[in-house]
Nanobody
Framework: QVQLVESGGGLVQAGGSLRLSCAAS????????LGWFRQAPGKEREFVAS????????KYADSVKGRFTISRDNTLNTLYLQMNSLKPEDTAVYYC?????????????????WGQGTQVTVSS
């Protein structure tokens, strides 16, 4: 069993920055592929970014590439998402997720554990 707790969401103006964190407990964090997903009101949950267990490989959705950076600290069992140049269309609940495999993936249903989410609101 894995427990994931997101933090760092909030209200920010367009063009601003936020850093999300996801604290993990309950299993070997360093052997898990991790990811961030988001869900806007009235829309389906979508992939944002993922990272391999070692942190060497990262994948991004086209909509955030060049603006968001995913990273992890395996000594702190924490996943991060640095979000820069935020746009109103980035407004959503952001979820972190973990999987029992090491590789990074964009496939939502391949993740086994999910956090409760943190709200990010970008005003225009």
């Amino acid at each position: 069993q894995v427990q994931l707790v997101e933090s760092g969401g909030g209200l920010v103006q367009a063009g601003g920055s936020l850093r999300l964190s996801c604290a993990a407990s309950g299993r070997t964090f360093s052997s898990s592929g991790l990811g961030w997903f988001r869900q806007a009101p009235g829309k389906e949950r979508e992939f944002v970014a993922s990272i391999s267990a070692s942190g060497a490989i990262a994948k991004y959705a086209d909509s955030v590439k060049g603006r968001f950076t995913i990273s992890r600290d395996n000594t702190l069992n924490t996943l991060y998402l640095q979000m820069n140049s935020l746009k109103p269309e980035d407004t959503a609940v952001y979820y972190c997720a973990a999987r029992d495999l090491r590789v990074a993936t964009m496939t939502m249903n391949s993740f086994d554990y999910w956090g409760q989410g943190t709200q990010v609101t970008v005003s225009s």
